[in-house]
């Protein structure tokens, strides 16, 4: 059974999983437009990924609580998906 998944996420300096647990997911972040900076992704082989203010990002079945995120204090991202 598919559960419906939606988050908002608040960012700071500091690394935040998407998922304080396992959560297999397929879903679309979407950075905040009101984002005044990048936001760093980091994923489970390290490499960053800089993701500006207003962009969409698709992931398909992965494990959010094996992706990071940070950004500046007061920025945020929307998580919208369902598990898989």
Known sequence: MRNFIALKIDLDSNYVALSATRLVAICTLTFAHTNSQDATLKGTDGKELL???????????????????????????YVVGHSS
């Open 51 to 77: 993701i500006p203010p207003g962009a969409q990002y698709r992931l398909e079945r992965v494990d959010l609580s094996q992706i990071q995120i940070k950004s500046k204090a007061g920025e945020c991202v």
